[in-house]
């Protein structure tokens, strides 16, 4: 059975299919390491090895998308189950029913990506605030909230207007809302912002997944590293999009609430936290495309005239 090691670790043996398809399952013993992100699997317990011993094998927890039962899969090895990484399937024997529901469900807890609320996010910046500031103990007011680039902003308000603060409120409230721009971490922009928040988004070389803050707004959608950068990783200009739609590819990639942005050069594959949220970005995109190329020129018409004016150039 799976055991929390001195470091906090989960461990424990199981055999592997080292080598792809062979189906000989050699035993090791095995180390998840969230702090790290990885699994690691040696020929032993690392207590029982020469000092230095390294690992035999290794799997980034980004890379795993999903970990399942594969009894049906593999009939003859008993207490089998599978780890899904990129385009290998590694199979795995647990010791009984129990070890292999333990397993399957610890190493998906730690390689599910999981977004902060907007709420949390807002509380834990409040927070911090509140404890540079030092106002902390002093009794709440009246507060108002307002929508500034996309996020919503709680302000502590005073009926009394500043003229009754002293010198060192004064100092904080101007500090304060020097680093409003900071806390919202996006500059101010003329365009609107039509929809924002956390997504999952595969890279384009490694295919692993990352979270990553999208910003969609008239002319284009970027993402960011966190909410709190100013500059974009990448934005993808809304002329260049011939469709956005729900993934059809979904079942092989075993993402769930999967829809993807095509290009003519690359199609991002992105994956929200809901079905709701999926409908939810794939309905504005779809809607900011329209109301930028105007009636009758939908995401959809530009890809079949895009596509008619490829086929057309080949043959002329």
């Known amino acids: 059975m799976p055991y929390v090691d001195r470091q906090n670790r989960i461990c424990g043996f199981l055999d592997i299919e080292e080598i792809e398809n062979s189906g000989k399952f050699l035993r090791r ?4 390491d969230t702090r790290a992100d990885s699994l690691l699997w040696y020929m032993d317990n690392p207590q ?7 690992n035999v094998g290794a799997l980034k927890l980004t890379y795993i998308s999903k970990v399942s039962d594969a009894t049906k899969q593999r009939p003859k090895a008993e207490y089998c189950f599978v780890i899904n990484a990129g385009m290998r399937k590694h199979f795995l024997q647990a010791n009984d029913q129990q070890d292999l529901v333990e397993w399957v469900n610890i190493l998906n807890k730690a390689t599910k990506i999981t977004v902060p609320k907007q709420s949390d996010v807002l509380l834990n910046t409040d927070n911090q605030s509140c404890h540079a500031e030092g106002q902390c103990a002093r009794k709440p007011g009246p507060y108002k909230t307002e929508i500034i680039g996309g996020v919503p902003i709680i302000t502590q308000t005073c ?10 409120e ?6 304060s ?4 721009a900071y806390f919202i971490g996006k500059p101010a922009s003329d365009l609107a912002v039509i929809k924002s928040g956390y997504c999952v988004k595969q890279g384009a070389v490694m295919k692993n997944w990352k979270r990553r803050y999208f910003i969609l707004d008239e002319n284009s959608i970027g993402y960011y590293k966190s909410d709190l950068d100013k500059e974009p990783l990448r934005t993808i200009p809304l002329k260049e999009v011939n469709k956005v ?6 079942d092989i990639l075993l993402r769930d609430n999967l829809f993807e942005i095509v290009t ?22 779809s809607g900011a495309i329209v109301a930028q190329r105007g009636p009758g020129r939908s995401a959809a018409s530009v890809c079949s005239y895009i596509t008619i004016c490829t086929k057309y150039s080949k043959y002329h």
């Open 29 to 32: 013993y095995f180390i998840l």
């Open 48 to 54: 029982n090895l020469p000092s230095g011993a390294s």
């Open 159 to 168: 009926q009394e207007g500043h003229e009754n603060l002293d010198g060192n």
């Open 170 to 175: 004064k100092s904080n409230l101007k500090r």
């Open 177 to 180: 809302q020097s680093q409003l």
């Open 245 to 250: 739609q729900e993934c059809k590819q979904r």
């Open 264 to 285: 003519n050069f690359r199609t991002f594959y992105v994956q929200a936290d809901s079905p709701e949220d999926m409908h939810n970005w794939i309905k504005a995109i």
